[in-house]
């Protein structure tokens, strides 16, 4: 869940090739051409088709995302338990919230895994 800056950078003259804030295994192109010396370098990512099928799962279970899966787990045991009131409409906030919030992070690791799929089918 901690967040950082990753930076990769030209092996032979130190350009920037790729830089992305990452909490998790990245999905996407595995290699890239330098623009300043053309030599090809590894960005830190990978292809969907090269990750194995545990690595696949932790793709979309990170730690943000279990986290937010438990609060959601929460605020339904909140929901059925309580009668009314206030706390039930707390409850009910928390729900779509968690919700929004998986659905969310989960819309934009299947784009990078379609991405993914699609580079893989256009380099076969």
Do not use: H
């Amino acid at each position: 869940m901690f967040w950082r800056t990753i930076i990769i950078n030209c092996r032979e003259c130190g350009a920037r090739l790729r830089k992305y804030y990452s909490g998790s295994l990245r999905v996407g192109p595995e290699f890239a051409t330098c623009r300043k010396c053309g030599v090809v370098g590894r960005t830190g990512a990978f292809e969907w088709a090269n990750l194995s099928q545990w690595r696949r799962i932790e793709v979309f279970f990170t730690e943000d995302v279990v986290v937010l899966l438990a609060l959601l787990a929460y605020s339904v045991y909140v929901f059925v338990t309580t009668a009314n009131g206030d706390d039930r409409f707390i409850a009910k906030s928390g729900i779509v919230a968690t919700t929004g919030f998986v659905l969310l992070l989960w819309f934009g690791r299947v784009v990078e895994v379609l991405r993914s799929r699609r580079r893989t089918r256009e380099n076969q």
